[in-house]
């Protein structure tokens, strides 16, 4: 399996997982798709069971992530057949976890095992993967790189999944992006209100849309960061953000000069 095909996959275990959480036919934004019946489901997991699996061209995954993320689909799908939509939208999160050991955030083996697997067993008094669990936490871990990564399809940060996600493999990293974040969204704010207050000393009623602007570019920011998470906003609205927060900061300066 590539990497490409196990974020499909993620998208459909992202998906089973809204159901069962009961998001109804609310859009999921960075995927693009909305919650359906859980015949709709079957379908995909089944489709997927005989495309995501195929050999294509693209960067590989460790050599068990077929064999496990093959087992987890075929286990979501039977449960939503036997209408177990509760341990289905639970292995369906299990699911999404499971490709962050082989995609990013890069979970670790042995957390993925503690933190998620374990519960789950616990939970609905299961033996999943009991198995192969030796031969999995054997298993070598992909380097950890940071890299920045543009695809608005991986942007998952406006999906419920995504800050859980981040923290749960990397705690002390997700702490590092929330402080920039929040130093880039109100520096933003901040910086603009000492530009036009001590270094330019005015005062109007214009000003606060130059308030607004500066939190629209501090978000436009804020998501050239995440990208560096994987949760990129995607080129359009970031676009929008930082071009037009830019330009009602100055129309804003302007009218109130």
């Keep these: 399996m590539t990497e490409k095909q196990a974020l499909s996959l993620k998208d459909i275990f992202f998906r089973i997982k809204q159901f069962y959480y009961g998001v109804s036919d609310k ?46 689909c075929m286990e ?29 955030p890069f979970m670790s083996r042995r957390d993925f095992v503690r933190k998620c697997l374990a519960p789950l067993r616990e939970k609905h008094e299961i033996s999943l993967f009991a198995e192969r669990e030796a031969d999995f ?19 998952r940060y406006y999906e419920d999944d995504a800050d859980e996600a981040l923290k749960l ?14 130093l880039l969204f109100a520096g933003s704010i901040i910086g603009f209100g000492v530009l036009a207050g001590v270094g330019l000393s005015l005062s109007s009623p214009w000003l606060i849309l130059g308030y607004f602007g500066a939190a629209a570019f501090g978000a436009g920011l804020y998501s050239l960061l995440m990208a ?29 000069l």
């Design 228 to 256: 560096f998470a994987h949760q990129y906003m995607g080129h359009i609205l970031t676009l929008l953000l930082s071009v037009g927060g830019l330009a009602s900061m100055l129309c804003s300066l302007f009218l109130a």
């Design 137 to 155: 936490l054997a298993g070598g871990h992909l380097p950890f790189r940071l890299s920045p990564s543009f695809a608005p399809r991986e942007g």
């Design 76 to 104: 979501v799908r039977a449960a939503l057949v036997d209408k177990n939509i509760r341990l289905a939208g639970d292995l369906a999160a299990l699911g999404v976890r499971l490709i962050g050991v082989y995609t990013f």
């Design 169 to 182: 493999a990397h705690p002390i990293l997700y702490g590092v992006f929330l402080l920039f974040g929040i």
């Design 27 to 72: 859009p999921l934004s960075a995927a693009n798709m909305s919650v359906g019946e859980a015949s709709e489901y079957i379908a995909l997991l089944k489709e997927a069971e005989t495309t995501l699996f195929l050999p294509i061209a693209g960067k590989t995954l460790a050599s068990d992530a077929d064999e496990m993320l093959s087992i987890l």
